[in-house]
């Protein structure tokens, strides 16, 4: 295991993050006074490093405030650990669908070896890697919760130190991520229910987990905890799951979680959740009540911002920080305060975040960053911030056209761009193609009984991609291409011309342009 990127590090204590070459770039503490930088980054997940990274590469003296765990909830109750709880299952999975292999897996997923791996992503929750990497590239560490007091001004609560006043000579950027919604139903939050926290740093793996929501935690969740051995079932308020994708996507993902014991309740919501020492108890809107060890709360995240102090700047509190695509915030004049990351109600993916913290980093360190220190790839000669157009460095212009994502599911489903339903409903002329995945070479290789489909959401007059989906075993690496070709919006014609070796997963693009009449 190797580190990578800020916010995601898998081993403590090594970086393979590029030197900065910067001077080292201090704050200052005068006294009593306050702790004064040039940016303060307030959350250090994986989103406010990256910023905070970006904004300090051209001398600023740049420093991150976090009231748990550097490396956010990604690094430790989100996207590592529970990619490490679905990991094996998939692994077994893939074994089990070749013949010749499958003779070689004997039994379940090795319950303790998983959880085992699990913390190994996690270091048993301890942030010091993070902490090294700060160190290594000169950003300064303060631990506690910041609150504003005013424009650039913070207060930083910590119970060891105390209270310290920061300020930000320059901006401040915030990253303060989101957090789980509960929804209000009877006697839920008082019987303790799980959310994604308590289900990824899991130790005990309880016999029987309702889970209620359709989304994104909900499937991934279902899929871990029925490999580790669970009894699960999943309330869905619709009628599918994974609702914001193509249809067939959450068909597949339902199919095989019934396949594999998990029973869905669709058009299903609980009314009522009580629990006593034989575990929870659910009443629900139709069919008989449910009992459950655990029950998790899967339905949604809203942006952190409720104890911000945001009305000491102009803002509500428990409201997005809404921006623009240099995510500067809009409601707030002078344009001294950006944000990043969930907070901002924009994508709420971490690779999407970091793009965004990317942009905003970039810009910070442009608009602010002394003249002549221009070092590095970070400002473009004439840090031409205002004038910026799309697809400048300057802008985060593809959340709007090319975001993608993958769900960890078995199938996995991997997406990018518009769905059908969605490219419609912006006005495009829109042409579909969908290839059944079992029919090429690479896939049958792959696995015997290989299940999958593909489908491009192509714009008929410009002849470029405004989507795709792809769902099916690992076509998580698939997904790249796709986006390389909505953010380049390579006319289909070109895209002839990129020949797919032979014989890999990957000639599906040669199947999809041919339906498409190439
Ligand atoms: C179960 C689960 C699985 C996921 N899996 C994936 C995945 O596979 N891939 C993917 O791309 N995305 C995934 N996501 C989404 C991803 O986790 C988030 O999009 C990402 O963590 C957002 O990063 P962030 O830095 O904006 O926020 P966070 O990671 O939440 O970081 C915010 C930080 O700010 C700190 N903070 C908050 N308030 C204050 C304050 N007042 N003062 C100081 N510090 C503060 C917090 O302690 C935290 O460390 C998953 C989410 C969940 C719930
Ligand atoms: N692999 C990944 O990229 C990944 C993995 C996990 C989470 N995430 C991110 O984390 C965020 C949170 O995920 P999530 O699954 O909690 O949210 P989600 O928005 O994906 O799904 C929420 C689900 O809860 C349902 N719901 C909402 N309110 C409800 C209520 N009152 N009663 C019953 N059902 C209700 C919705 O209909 C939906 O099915 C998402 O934005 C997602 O992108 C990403």
């Known amino acids: 295991m190797t580190t990578t990127e800020p916010g995601t590090t898998t081993e403590p204590g090594t970086t393979t993050e590029p030197e900065t070459g910067t001077e080292p770039k201090t704050g200052t503490a005068t006294g009593a006074g306050p702790l004064t930088y040039d940016v303060v980054v307030v959350g250090a997940g994986a989103v406010g490093e990256n910023a905070a990274d970006r904004a300090g590469r051209t001398g600023l003296s740049v420093a991150v405030v976090e009231s748990e765990l550097v490396g956010g909830e990604c690094s430790y109750w989100a996207c590592m ?7 094996a299952g998939a692994v077994v999975e893939a074994a089990r669908a070749v013949q010749g292999a499958a003779a070689a897996v004997t039994g379940p997923v090795d319950r303790d070896g998983v959880l085992a791996r699990r913390d190994s992503f996690t270091h048993d929750w301890d942030d010091a890697s993070q902490v090294e990497w700060l160190d290594s590239v000169g950003i300064a560490l303060v631990r506690g919760s910041a609150r504003f007091t005013g424009p650039r001004r913070l207060e930083v609560t910590d119970d060891d130190v105390g209270t310290r006043v920061l300020v930000a000579r320059r901006a401040v950027v915030v990253a303060t991520g989101s957090e789980p919604v509960v929804p209000d139903v009877a006697g839920l939050a008082e019987s303790a229910p799980w959310t994604s926290r308590e289900a990824t740093s899991v130790q005990d793996v309880p016999a029987s987990l309702a889970i209620i929501g359709g989304g994104v935690v909900a499937v991934e969740m279902a899929t871990a905890f029925a490999d580790l051995g669970a009894r699960v079932t999943v309330l869905v308020r619709g009628d599918r799951l994974l609702a914001g994708t193509e249809p067939f996507a959450g068909g597949a993902v ?21 629990r006593d020492d034989h575990g929870v108890h659910l009443t629900l809107t139709r069919g008989d009540p449910l009992h459950a060890a655990e029950v ?11 104890d911000l102090g945001l009305e000491t700047i102009g803002l509500t509190p428990g409201e997005p920080l809404r921006v623009d695509d240099q995510l500067r915030v809009e409601a707030v004049a002078d344009g001294w305060l950006y944000a990043v990351g969930d907070v901002t109600g924009r994508v709420a993916t971490t690779h999407q975040g970091k793009y965004d913290a990317r942009v905003a980093g970039d810009v910070v360190a442009a608009r602010f960053a002394p003249a002549g220190s221009a070092q590095g790839p970070a400002v473009d000669a004439e840090r031409d911030v205002e004038g910026a157009g799309q697809w400048s460095r300057y802008r985060a212009t593809a959340d709007h056209a090319a975001v993608p994502q993958v769900v960890f599911t078995r199938p996995e489903v991997a997406t990018v761009g518009l769905t059908e339903a969605a490219a419609r409903e912006a006005g495009h002329a829109v042409r579909t193609v969908e290839v059944d995945l079992s029919q090429v070479a690479g896939a049958s290789v792959a696995a015997d009984d290989y299940r999958g489909t593909a489908l491009l959401v192509v714009d008929e007059d410009r002849e470029v991609l405004l989507g795709a989906t792809f769902v099916g075993p690992d076509v998580a690496e698939l997904l790249h291409a796709a986006t390389v070709a909505v953010v380049g919006e390579v006319p289909l014609h070109r895209l002839w011309h990129a020949v797919p070796a032979y014989p890999t997963v990957s000639e599906v693009w040669l199947r999809l342009l041919e339906g498409y009449g190439l």
């Open 254 to 274: 339902a199919e095989s979680l019934v396949r594999r014991g998990v029973e869905l309740r669709f058009g299903t919501e609980a009314t009522r959740v009580v």
């Open 296 to 306: 998790l709360v899967a339905t949604g995240r809203r942006p952190r911002t409720g």
């Open 81 to 87: 650990p529970s990619k490490a709880l679905l990991r």
